[in-house]
């Protein structure tokens, strides 16, 4: 899923301020009965209980559903234009209150409001609601520990993170609002520098020297809410990162930016050390998968109770 921003005349985005406490973030990754492949963590809303956010480093600035702008009295304000992998939304933008994910305590986090279920592929499950997206202009603030049994840990910058056993190669962030993180792959004789797309299902990719073939699929993704179905390119090509095989992968083509997927990394523990440029992933592990959300424990996001809201 992709989320570049074009920043209207009207609104901004800011970028929040994180005041990192002592000790990771262990936030418990689960699923949805309307998404069973991709990662959603807990978030207690006040007053309104326990709902989800999607969990997506693909994503360069978070979104709020209009449902949540709602239940938190949010201010929306002027307009902003997001284009994602099926088109442009534009969309008002907002203030959260505070965010607080285990001790780090996130202000100032903005975020585009906008029906989710009809300009996104993400859709309204009927046991929880969804808040939002959880972007990268949050996540590339911390050290990341992806642990494919179903947690991610969130580190203050600061804490060195162990890449023991695992095969290491270089992290870059873009320049560009959000900062996603990029990661090479090696792809037959080419190097591709992906950015790293939690919310993606598949990997992407674009003019790859290597035998391919067209075919027609149906994409989902951000900018639209239905199924597109485009006529793509398709690479049945090994992969490796950091020398370490992630197998015989199928790859569709991409106008934007290349993105990896959870089919090569969402299987596999993965640490990026984003503070110093560097990562590592390990094999497969063999009790991966994520619980629905009805077997988690008590969420470890909450907000502070709104007080002032608004674009300020």
């Known amino acids: 899923m992709i989320a570049a921003v074009l920043?209207?005349?009207?609104?901004?985005?800011?970028?929040?301020?994180?005041?990192?406490?002592?000790?990771?973030?262990?936030?418990?990754?689960?699923?949805?009965?309307?998404?069973?492949?991709?990662?959603?963590v807990g978030v207690d809303v006040p007053g309104q209980g326990t709902w989800v956010f999607?969990?997506?480093?693909?994503?360069?600035?978070?979104?709020?559903?209009?449902?949540?702008a709602r239940a938190l009295a949010l201010d929306p304000r002027g307009r902003v234009r997001t284009r994602g992998t099926l088109g442009?939304?534009?969309a008002p933008v907002a203030v959260l209150p505070d965010l607080w994910i285990g001790g780090h305590r996130v202000s100032g986090l903005h975020c585009t409001v906008r029906d989710l279920a009809t300009t996104s592929s993400i859709r309204d499950p009927e046991e929880v609601r969804v808040a939002g997206v959880l972007g990268s202009d949050?996540?590339?603030?911390?050290?990341?520990?992806?642990?494919?049994?179903?947690?991610?840990?969130l580190h203050a910058p600061t804490e060195p993170l162990s890449l023991d056993g695992l095969s290491t190669f270089d992290v870059r962030r873009e320049h560009r609002p959000g900062r996603r993180p990029r990661i090479p792959l090696d792809v037959g004789d080419e190097r591709?520098?992906?950015?790293i797309d939690t919310g993606s299902n598949g990997t992407l990719v674009r003019n790859l020297d290597v035998p391919g073939s067209e075919e027609r699929v149906a994409l989902r993704g951000s900018g639209a809410g239905d199924a597109d179905v485009r006529v793509v390119m398709r690479w049945d090509v090994d992969v490796q990162l950091g020398g370490r095989p992630l197998g015989l992968a199928s790859l569709r083509s991409t106008s934007g930016p290349a993105l990896v997927g959870l089919d090569l990394l969402g299987d596999r523990p993965v640490v990026l050390d984003l503070a110093r440029g560097i990562g590592g992933v390990g094999d497969v592990a063999p009790d991966a998968g994520r619980p629905l959300w009805s077997e988690m424990d008590e969420p470890v996001l909450r907000f502070d109770a709104p007080s002032r809201n608004g674009v300020r």
């Not at 005349?9 to 936030?27: D, K, M, N, Y």
């Not at 949050?138 to 840990?153: C, K, M, Y």
């Not at 591709?192 to 950015?195: E, M």
């Open 138 to 153: 949050v996540l590339a603030r911390f050290g990341l520990v992806w642990r494919p049994e179903g947690a991610v840990e």
């Open 88 to 90: 442009a939304v534009r």
């Open 192 to 195: 591709v520098w992906a950015v």
């Open 7 to 40: 920043i209207g005349c009207a609104a901004r985005l800011g970028h929040p301020v994180v005041e990192f406490g002592a000790g990771p973030a262990v936030l418990p990754l689960v699923t949805t009965s309307a998404d069973r492949e991709r990662a959603y």
């Open 54 to 68: 999607f969990f997506d480093t693909g994503y360069a600035w978070s979104a709020c559903d209009d449902g949540l």
